[in-house]
Each structure stands twice: as structure tokens, then as C-alpha cells.
């Protein structure tokens, strides 16, 4: 029989696919291979569940974690799902503190698993009171508390390191030319980055990023794609990682969301879209310099379902002035 032991030990081990239609502007041209590196199928639904085991695990060690205690963390989500998962196997209490751009939805999945949310206004600085980060800094001082902080934790780009890296390499076969990713505490670009450039040098590292956020020369301009780009520069991020930051805008983001659903079947969430537009876009220039020989593989962090009611939804993206994604309509049984 083969069966897991803990569902924990289903996180990791995803596959790639290779995308095809979405890149359908490469067609007729023999263009690199695009792989997509599936990180909704944690057990979880995102690539965080990589860096909660191991930010766990350390923090049972060094005794920072007691029986018992509670885990506190300023999360957009899926962090804090990896997190619940760990805590709840092994009997500790999670709090986490969401900035109110994030879905509903999302917020919701953390209460399913049993964890307290608190709501902060994203409109503060972050050395506002009411800032995510501080609200949870006093909640972590409460006595038996533990606050991971994925943006300092080293445990954080270790697990991608340990992990996410040695995984492409071998699925790869060591043919990967150019890794792209979205960064939020950076931890998945710098592990990674880290691991495939001590492979082989010649790896290109390309970030993707919202356009306003600082990795793409900004200022922390608010955008709406959830869980990439930042206002700080993050303890995690390591700024020697990056050979290149390609900049994004939430249109496009979105709008590449959309295509994935519609034409790879592919539902993911705004920072895999704005991961996979980097990617293409990337395509078609190593295509235009006869580089059919390269192998980019993206990291897709998380599902769309947490976002049905945001980029899947016509109406949420005509109040922001994108453009419609002409969604089917929905008709009732009378008019069929
Ligand atoms: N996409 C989503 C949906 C995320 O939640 C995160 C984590 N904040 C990222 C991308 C970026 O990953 P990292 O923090 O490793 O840079």
C-alpha cells in the first residue's frame, strides 16, 4: 500500500509543466521550454508549506517553540495555512495578522483550520500602530508567543535552498538556463537562486515584480497582485541573487492569470500570472536571439481559487479600470 504517514510529508516533490498555448505568440518560431513548477499541489495549496515545516522545526530546537505555545505571524495567507497545518499536527495555537487587501477568501481558509486573523488597514506606514507588522510584534510579546518572521527567518530561503533548488535541478536534468520567480520576502528566489547558481554559474536569476515595488526600483506604490513585491527590503532577500527584475503591471498580471485558466487550464493565483507573463516575455526575447536551446522554469506559488471573487471576476477588475476578462455568463435555468 502507499500511503503518507503525516500530511506533512506530502509537502515538496512538485511537478512541472510545460506551458504551451499561453505562449502562442512564440508560435511558428521553435522557442525555449517553458516549465512551470506547480506549487499548488502542497498540501496546503502553496509553496509556503516548504518554509513552515522548516521554520517550525528550528524553532522547536533552539526551545523558542514550547509545548503548547502559540504562533503568531504577519502573513497574506499562505504562510499562515503552512503554518496552521504544522501547528495543528503538533498541538500549538496560531494568530495571524492579514493587511486588508487580502481576500476574503483567503482570510477564511485560515479560520477553517482552526487560526485566530486580525485585519489591519494597508493604508498605514509600516511604522504605523495599527501596521501588520507592529500589531503583531505586540501580539508576539505575549507570554508562550513565537513569531516566525518569514522576513528574517534564514529558515526560510534554507528550506527553498534545501528543497525548491534540488528539485528543478533534477527535474531539469541540469538544463535549466534562466529561473524566474515573484518575491515577496524573497526567500524563494534567493534559496533557490542560491542552490542552481552553485550547480552552474551560467543559471540566470530573474525576478519578477509588480510595478511600484522596490526589487523593481520603486517606492512601495500600492498594486493589487497579493503576496509579491514590498515597500522594505527584506533580511530574506538576498540582493546579489537576481541577475535581472522584470517589472509587471497588475493589467498584465491579471490578464495572464485569466489566460491560464482559460487556455492551460491552469488555476493560479495573480503572482503565477505576473511570474508566467516574466516568463514569456522572456521566451520571446531568447526566441528573437535563436536561444532554442534554453530551459526557463517558473515557480507558480499558489492557486486561484483564493481569488475567484477578485481577478476571476469581471466586476472586481472593471472597478480597478482593467480590462474585462469576458468571463462566460451565467444563465438561469429559465433562459436555457
Ligand atoms: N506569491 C504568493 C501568492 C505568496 O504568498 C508569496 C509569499 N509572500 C510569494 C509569491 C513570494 O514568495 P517569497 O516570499 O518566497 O518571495
Same mark, same amino acid.
Given at each position: 500500500?502507499?500511503?503518507?504517514?503525516?500530511?506533512?510529508?506530502?509537502?515538496?516533490?512538485?511537478?512541472?509543466?510545460?506551458?504551451?498555448?499561453?505562449?502562442?505568440?512564440?508560435?511558428?518560431?521553435?522557442?525555449?521550454?517553458?516549465?512551470?513548477?506547480?506549487?499548488?499541489?502542497?498540501?496546503?495549496?502553496?509553496?509556503?508549506?516548504?518554509?513552515?515545516?522548516?521554520?517550525?522545526?528550528?524553532?522547536?530546537?533552539?526551545?523558542?517553540?514550547?509545548?503548547?505555545?502559540?504562533?503568531?505571524?504577519?502573513?497574506?495567507?499562505?504562510?499562515?495555512?503552512?503554518?496552521?497545518?504544522?501547528?495543528?499536527?503538533?498541538?500549538?495555537?496560531?494568530?495571524?495578522?492579514?493587511?486588508?487587501?487580502? &481576500?476574503?477568501?483567503?482570510?477564511?481558509?485560515?479560520?477553517?483550520?482552526?487560526?485566530?486573523?486580525?485585519?489591519?488597514?494597508?493604508?498605514?506606514?509600516?511604522?504605523?500602530? $495599527?501596521?501588520?507588522?507592529?500589531?503583531? $510584534?505586540?501580539?508576539?510579546?505575549?507570554?508562550?508567543?513565537?513569531?516566525? $518572521?518569514?522576513?528574517?527567518?534564514?529558515?526560510?530561503?534554507?528550506?527553498?535552498?534545501?528543497?525548491?533548488?534540488?528539485?528543478?535541478?533534477?527535474?531539469?536534468?541540469?538544463?535549466?538556463?534562466?529561473?524566474?520567480?515573484?518575491?515577496?520576502?524573497?526567500?524563494?528566489?534567493?534559496?533557490?537562486?542560491?542552490?542552481?547558481?552553485?550547480?552552474?554559474?551560467?543559471?540566470?536569476?530573474?525576478?519578477?515584480?509588480?510595478?511600484?515595488?522596490?526589487?523593481?526600483?520603486?517606492?512601495?506604490?500600492?498594486?493589487?497582485?497579493?503576496?509579491?513585491?514590498?515597500?522594505?527590503?527584506?533580511?530574506?532577500?538576498?540582493?546579489?541573487?537576481?541577475?535581472?527584475?522584470?517589472?509587471?503591471?497588475?493589467?498584465?498580471?491579471?490578464?495572464?492569470?485569466?489566460?491560464?485558466?482559460?487556455?492551460?487550464?491552469?488555476?493560479?493565483?495573480?503572482?503565477?500570472?505576473?511570474?508566467?507573463?516574466?516568463?514569456?516575455?522572456?521566451?520571446?526575447?531568447?526566441?528573437?536571439?535563436?536561444?532554442?536551446?534554453?530551459?526557463?522554469?517558473?515557480?507558480?506559488?499558489?492557486?486561484?481559487?483564493?481569488?475567484?471573487?477578485?481577478?476571476?471576476?469581471? &466586476?472586481?477588475?472593471?472597478?480597478?479600470?482593467?480590462?474585462?476578462?469576458?468571463?462566460?455568463?451565467?444563465?438561469?435555468?429559465?433562459?436555457?
Amino acid at each position: 500500500m502507499q500511503y503518507a504517514n503525516s500530511l506533512l510529508d506530502l509537502i515538496g516533490n512538485t511537478p512541472l509543466l510545460r506551458l504551451s498555448t499561453s505562449l502562442d505568440d512564440l508560435a511558428g518560431v521553435e522557442g525555449p521550454l517553458v516549465l512551470a513548477k506547480i506549487e499548488y499541489l502542497n498540501p496546503g495549496g502553496s509553496v509556503k508549506d516548504r518554509i513552515a515545516t522548516r521554520m517550525i522545526d528550528a524553532a522547536e530546537a533552539s526551545g523558542a517553540l514550547q509545548p503548547g505555545g502559540t504562533i503568531v505571524e504577519p502573513t497574506s495567507g499562505n504562510t499562515g495555512v503552512g503554518l496552521a497545518m504544522v501547528a495543528q499536527a503538533r498541538g500549538y495555537k496560531t494568530i495571524f495578522v492579514c493587511p486588508d487587501k487580502v &481576500s476574503e477568501d483567503k482570510r477564511n481558509v485560515l479560520k477553517a483550520y482552526g487560526a485566530e486573523v486580525v485585519v489591519c488597514p494597508t493604508a498605514v506606514e509600516p511604522e504605523h500602530p $495599527d501596521s501588520y507588522y507592529n500589531v503583531s $510584534d505586540r501580539l508576539a510579546a505575549q507570554p508562550g508567543a513565537w513569531k516566525p $518572521d518569514q522576513y528574517s527567518n534564514p529558515n526560510n530561503p534554507r528550506s527553498h535552498y534545501e528543497t525548491t533548488g534540488p528539485e528543478i535541478w533534477a527535474q531539469t536534468e541540469g538544463r535549466i538556463t534562466h529561473f524566474v520567480t515573484g518575491m515577496g520576502t524573497g526567500g524563494t528566489i534567493s534559496g533557490v537562486g542560491r542552490y542552481l547558481k552553485e550547480q552552474n554559474p551560467e543559471i540566470q536569476v530573474v525576478g519578477a515584480d509588480p510595478s511600484g515595488s522596490v526589487y523593481s526600483g520603486g517606492t512601495g506604490r500600492p498594486y493589487l497582485v497579493e503576496g509579491v513585491g514590498e515597500d522594505f527590503w527584506p533580511e530574506t532577500y538576498d540582493r546579489g541573487v537576481a541577475d535581472r527584475v522584470i517589472e509587471i503591471s497588475d493589467a498584465d498580471s491579471f490578464a495572464f492569470t485569466r489566460r491560464l485558466a482559460r487556455e492551460e487550464a491552469l488555476l493560479v493565483g495573480g503572482s503565477s500570472g505576473m511570474a508566467a507573463y516574466a516568463a514569456k516575455q522572456l521566451a520571446t526575447e531568447l526566441a528573437a536571439e535563436g536561444r532554442t536551446d534554453a530551459v526557463i522554469v517558473v515557480l507558480l506559488p499558489d492557486s486561484g481559487r483564493g481569488y475567484l471573487g477578485k481577478i476571476f471576476n469581471d &466586476s472586481w477588475l472593471a472597478q480597478y479600470g482593467f480590462p474585462s476578462g469576458h468571463a462566460p455568463a451565467t444563465r438561469t435555468v429559465g433562459q436555457v
